[in-house]
């Protein structure tokens, strides 16, 4: 009885400690969880920055001096 | 030696020891009573007040949904940011340098005596927001500081990418997250998802030391696709605001929509605002002008008058009707053309937009038939789309139509519509009769359609219709080169306080690309074009002309007119 009684007793405390264990991993994870989201945000704010229109347009037509191909010029090929 | 002996006989303190006895006994028995009522009859309350003092239910906010347009782009994201909020009472005891406080100001983007003001002088106080929603670095930062009573939250931000191209379809959301107004109140409950509840034991610095169990796992709210699509959504924007700047409007609107599923592609207004800044935008600015605002629709309204005579066998594309003299008297009024276009068919009618002869078509309707008419394309009823302000519109009945008003109501007078329900009904003549209910969100499953009048009827509509974008016809301007378009112009003199102004106008244009199988409906309308120019042919046309060869060519649909620079390419081999 008294042996029973001291093994649980001795289970009781390791249980607790694997408890506190995991916990701390758990917070850890949660932790490392929310900084990737922040990091995702920030990364998707600054892709839609790059991939903003307007942007794209000034880019296309001042740097690579890109234009929309004058209609008359477009040949169509009928399928 | 001398022994001094008591000389009084022995007391009896039998009694001082009974009385003291029972003295300890009766104390003994106070603090036994005391300790079993604290800890067995009053232990519940009392360990339930201690716990509130350091178990806290805290929520845990629950992402909001993204709003993306129908290819997934975002339109609106919820992204994580921090709140910096003080402990006054510990602030003020441990009052910190003015340097530090100076090196915080900097980091939040604040005055030092703000953040001074903001703490306030109460000691008592325990909570005061110092910056709400800020970058996470920028509060880490603040937090490395080690300020004794500076503490940080977690809280989520609505971020807009497209920011003012789309502001005003998307609306807004309020500090804590909720919508406020347009798709963000619509989709709200979808949007929201549901918080979470984390139990946690915090110290005497409302610090938390454990996390006891998460009561309720947070439901993160649901991605809602929306009807439009981005891309043209930015074409339509850019263009509608060039043109509202070039002439000087007081503002404008544009709504491009699917002829076949109803669904709003794009939908734009000017003034437009910016919806990440913090400041509020007027309501005269913020508002959903496409859907929330009424106008009269003008000769816009004319194919859908003609058209009822047509579907009631009254007329026909080739029947001659005599406009002589460019005035008809209705009664007492008069109904008048811009020129005296002479005797000519209804095509012309059309493609002139002549009110005589539009009024004298009308006319030989009966007025429940044209009313129902109009009453089935939508007008004067709500388009079901729970927007938050969707204007109805006014159709009168028609039991108190004068002569003159079913005139009038023939060219588009005495009527309103918002420029989302125009769209919608010209939806009708360019889907062969069939009307879809209008959405803001994407159609997946098949459409549910209504059919308004006879593909017969629709199709001899859009021929007359064609014959307006042509060098005869009031809006060659809205020609897109390489399609056949069909559409109508309006020029609607406005309503002012005192009836109709002299000289302020609404320039319209109504029109469907390409003509041969249409796709696209585009309703353009600008609110007081003063810079000299007003005709709806020349101010709104050229909108619809360049958004529709944009969206044409990115939607991927063939051209539909045979001219010389569209050819069969011929393979000659390997170059």
Redesign the interface.
Known sequence: MVVIAVASALGVVHMKYRTRLLFSEIQRLQQANEAYDEALAQLQFEQNRQADRERIEREARARLGMNVPDPATIISIKP | MKIIKPNEAPQDYGVRWRVLLGLLLTSLTVLIGRAVYLQVLDKQFLKHQGDLRHVGVMPIPAHRGKITDRNGE?LA?S??VKTIWVNPKEFLKAAPGRDKIEAMARLVGMRVEEILQKVGEDEHRAFAYVKRKMS?ELADQVLAMGIPGVYAD?EYKR?Y???E?TAHLLGTTNVDGNGQEGMELVMDSGLRGVDGARRAVRDGKRRII??IEEVRHPVSGKEIALSID??LQ?IAH?ELKNTVAQHHARSGTLVLMDVKTGEVLAMSNQPAFNPNSRSQAAPDVSRNRAITDLFEPGSTMKPFAIACALELGLTNPRAIINTNGGVWHVGTNVVKDVHNYGVMDVTKVIQKSSNVGTSKIALTIPPRKLWAFYHNLGFGQTLETNYPGEARGRLSDYHGWSTFEQATLSFGYGVSVSAMQLARAYTALGNEGLMPMASLTRVDEEPEVHRIMSAKTANMMMAMLETVVSKEGTAFQAAV??YRVAGKTGTVKKLGAHGYTASSYNALFAGVAPASDPRLVMVVMIDEPSAGDYYGGVVAAPVFSRVM??AL?VLNI??DQSTP?????RQDGPA
């Open positions: 975002i994201v992204t994580p996470p977690r971020y990418p497209t920011g191209v454990e996390k981005s891309r930015y850019r080169p390489g060869q944009e060519r063939a051209p620079s569209i050819m069969v390419a």
